[in-house]
């Protein structure tokens, strides 16, 4: 299988998943979020971004996904709300399935955006129903920011082993992957728990 078709099979794996994981996510709010997978029209609207006084990051998702061009397994999501993008995320997929790892998570800038509070909890929540329903193990983040540590502790994600023994020994931990197990959760084809 070339690298353009595996890519397009997760692709269109991903996009087979995102109706069902929006509408159990919509459960939870007032207006629908819709999810779609980053492309150029999602790449343009982010360039929007770039300068903002209050964006945390500066980021060029073009360069992100560039980068990842030869990581076919992965998954990249754009999170709308009333037709305004919201936030923006890429994960990686491991070797035999058994993790989701969270690389890139920015929410849009402007503080009025209709996610705003709430978006670091639903991109992980999609990322958590993703890997629920792909029968993956666990979900990580990579290299969170260290302001968003306790965020991401109070979301169920704890450190490593290695940062563990690093706590113990009264040693700062690194912080360089935080990991939450997924719940064996079961799902039948529509979303709804078996």
Not at 46 to 59: F, I, K, N, T, Y
Not at 144 to 172: H, I
Request: proline share 6%; glycine share 4%.
């Amino acid at each position: 299988m070339s690298g353009n078709h595996f890519r397009k099979h997760y692709i269109d794996y991903a996009e087979s998943l995102f109706p069902v994981i929006a509408a159990l996510i919509n459960e939870e709010l007032e207006e629908p979020l819709l999810l779609t997978t980053i492309l150029e029209q999602q790449l343009k609207e982010a360039e929007s971004w770039h300068d903002h006084p209050a964006r945390l990051v500066q980021w060029d998702w073009r360069q992100i996904l560039h980068k990842f061009r030869k990581k076919p397994k992965r998954i990249d999501v754009a999170f709308y709300c009333q037709n305004i993008l919201c936030g923006l995320m890429t994960a990686g997929i491991s070797r035999g399935r058994v993790c989701v790892n969270i690389r890139y998570l920015e929410a849009n800038p402007d503080p009025g955006h209709p996610l705003k509070g709430i978006f670091m909890f639903l991109a992980l929540r999609q990322a958590e129903l993703f890997a629920t329903f792909g029968n993956f193990k666990m979900v990580s983040v990579t290299q969170p920011d260290p302001a968003l540590v306790n965020t991401y502790k109070r979301f169920g994600y704890e450190l490593v082993e290695s940062d563990r023994k690093r706590v113990l020994r009264k040693v700062p931990p690194k912080h360089a992957l935080l990991v939450k197990n997924v719940r064996e959760t079961v799902f039948d084809h529509i979303g709804q728990m078996a």
